[in-house]
């Protein structure tokens, strides 16, 4: 039946702002621009693999904080989180801190960065783990994850 998610379409408050934001901070590849629908539309990973799209005023011009995640490969979420603050965004772990390590949630396992996008939504690029879940666990930071599984962090990389 359900092979996984295809597409998500989030409201935006101007969609060649976001537009811009997408592709210049997340490097998305577009794949549709309507103007007369004040739409824009990428390919996620591959062609065909999985779509986002960006709609102005769509249902309303009011925009609703959304929460979404890309999935990145773990040996990437690092340096994705540089680039992204190159680009002068700013990132934090799951509990909204800047300065402290990425959050780790146990029960999946995954590790991820969060920020926002220009219309305030919660973008997160989250990367698997190949440890075993540990569902026991609360929400901790990646170096405390590393001790649990006995290693260090280098060991991911």
Known sequence: MLKGLFETHINVGDYKASAEFYERVLGLIPLHDDPARKS??????????????????????LVQRQHFAFRVALDELEAARRTLQERGVKTTNFFGESEAPLSVFPFMPAVSVYFE???????????????EPRPEFAIMPWPEWENVCGRNKGDFA
């Open 117 to 131: 996008d220009p219309d305030g939504h919660s973008v997160e690029l989250l990367a698997m783990l190949d440890d």
């Open 40 to 61: 824009k539309f990428y390919w996620i990973g591959a062609p065909g693999e999985a779509m986002f799209g960006i709609r102005e005023n769509y249902p309303s011009p």
